[in-house]
């Protein structure tokens, strides 16, 4: 037993005695509080005497009912805050603690013991603190240094000074099991046995064991941009979260929960991931994929492709006709190139080359496509473009004035008041009386005069029509973003050979009312460059994980969105498993977003979550895979196992699940390429008991054996993981090596390959260099 054993567990036990004290003072102090919210809001109405007879009193009853409010929300707010340092104690009734350093201050004599914790804790004086939140600045050295000379960053400035020693410790349900002095043990004990714990249905928070690399992303705080490229299982969506709950700690005046975004890959990654920060004690971020703003702001037009549709026919599709045009097309529109040039587009617009739509009303053109384009391009040339069309839309809903005077004499609006409903009209003489000054009891004396009745209707049947001219609409976006596709002058830039047929199918889609998911994006930048870019200022941070699957249009798009917020995305381009995907690793566009000052870059190579073996394997599979550095973690070498045929694949696959489950192993996951392949699988093992069907539209992270296209797999791991088919017949294409890797990389402790027939080139690196074992038969 470690000599410090004793010590440490009474320190606990007195830690611990704070912690259930704190925790009875505040059930009672949020029950009370409770209570009293509870009563202000029933009796709410008994305080506020409600009396409008004079101006006076009519005063006095808003502020009387204001103040009432403001003490309703002052409850709320202190009951909700006593509520969330609650859970938090809760949190730290079972881990207090996970750290300790002994840090001496330059020029001060006496050395500090600081503990470390997910939240600060104070002795029963409110003087001293017994526990320090992760995320105080003295914390960061436990993060940063081994012992030795080590500083940390204040508000007030450097602290400079000595870390004389520092402690890790394993403490479960208030009992201390272990604890580790690092200053003189060698490796990472605690480490080894998190990473080699079994899955869980949602991510863990990695407080206790933040690297010194991911210490550096999680507080990074200067610039506008943080880019982070790290290996498959490096720490990214963990450092992504911690780093939510730093910012939510150090900025707690000033940024909520709800003004910080993830865009993530997918709706069942989200839910993998919700439990981190409330785990920390704080709120969840806002979750968002960009598919749903995508579909926020195009669907009511379009018919829009999914990013998953287009994978599927990526993956599927290799036989048809077009295959080779679709995926040419898809790369060239998610390209800097293409980019740039629809920037350059809008611009010659302002020239030449904007389509309108006639302006209708009850089936009739009241003014044409060719009278907008002769007023656009005929008058204030000088000024910029936006402001052209402010002058375009009040020469509009001038001509809409007149149009509406020549309409009072059309036989249908006599018609439609001889159709009014009473009710309506009713409403109609209110509105009436009240603009011509009658006082509510004066009203039923007014007369309405016909004409201005009949102003009303037409005013009211018009009012479609200024709500379009408000909004742009009449602007014909679908045929400006066509022309690029029809007139072979407008795009300044190389094209691919396959030119043509894109052309094509890009109209024959907007001809069906269709977007592909590779039109979307640049479709809806164009239409924002024409109209103005919608904007949210009060987000001040997005993180954008999985980035490597975003095209420069995506990003532009979400800096323009976003302008108050401050941008961290995360990506791994070994992962890139989109048909867009670069060939090689482009951080410039990144760069250039906000610029070479605003913008840091981190790498990371080290990867925590498989075992030695597996890291040692899928890094064979991929270019320059030898910076990637393996945690060491022992495990068996992963498994291939060649098979003649399918039924032979299946039964030996559902003999390897039982095998993992007699292991020990709860979290499989049998990874298909694509949904249709996975359909196949998963019909086919559907004997092994519990098994599970993953497809897009899966909301929540199941648990269990689960059958999953690799590209759902992105982003989350399995204890085991069983690749289904991985012969060349299935993985042969060369663009396939990158989903190939982040299928390997899900898994945490075992990794089994099977194939039919011959195995994939994928993996002739690793059989050369004994990286798999071979198993004949199972
Ligand atoms: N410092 C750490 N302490 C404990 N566990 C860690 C640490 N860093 C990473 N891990 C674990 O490693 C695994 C991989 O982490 P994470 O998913 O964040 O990596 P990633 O880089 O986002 O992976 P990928 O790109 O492959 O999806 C997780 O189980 C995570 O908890």
Redesign the pocket.
Known sequence: MNPHSQQEQERLNNVMNVINDQIQQLESDTLKLRNEVINTRKHFWDEVKVNMDTFDDYLETIINLRQEAQALSVGESTHNHAAKRLATLQRMKSVPYFGRIDFLEDGLTEQEQIYIGISSLMDSSGEDFLIYDWRAPVSSVYYDYEPGPAQYITPGGKVNGELKKKWQYVIRNGKLESLFDTSLTIGDEI?QK??GKG?DKY????V????KD?NRIIRHDQGRMLIVH????????????QRIAFLLYKYRDFIKADQIILFSPNNMFNSYVSNVLPELGEENMQQDTFQEYLDHRLSKEFQLETPFDQLEYVLTAADSPSYRARIKGIQFKASYQFFEAIKLYRETLEKSGLLFKDIKFRGKTIISAQQLSEKFYGEHLSLSFPSRLEKLQIWLMNKIKEAEKIERSEPWVEEEIELLSNDAYHKIHKYLAKKHGFEREEQADYEMEPNELKQVIIRLKMKAVRQQIKELEFIDLEGVYKQLFTDPLILKVAVPDEWKEICQETVQMLDEGKLHYEDATPFLFLQELIQGFQTNRSIKHILI??AQDYSPFQFESLKRLFPSAKMTV???FN?AIFAHAREVADFQMLTNLYGEEQTEVIN?TR???STKPIIEFTRSLIANGENIIP?DRDGDLPVLAQVGNKSELHMSIMFKVLKLQSKGYENIAIICKSAEESKQAFEELSKIEGIKLIKTGTAEFEQGVVVIPSYLA????FEAVIIYDASEQVYGDESLRRIFY?AC??A?HELHLYSVGKPSHFIKKALENNLLTLESNS
């Open positions: 480490l998190v990473l899955a991510m863990q928070s990695i206790a064991t933040i690297q991911q790290g290996a498959a299982g490096s720490g990214k969506t963990s450092a992504a979260l994980d999985e995360l990506g791994d992962q990371m990867s925590y979550r945690f992105k982003g989350i791991e982040t990389t899900r945490m």
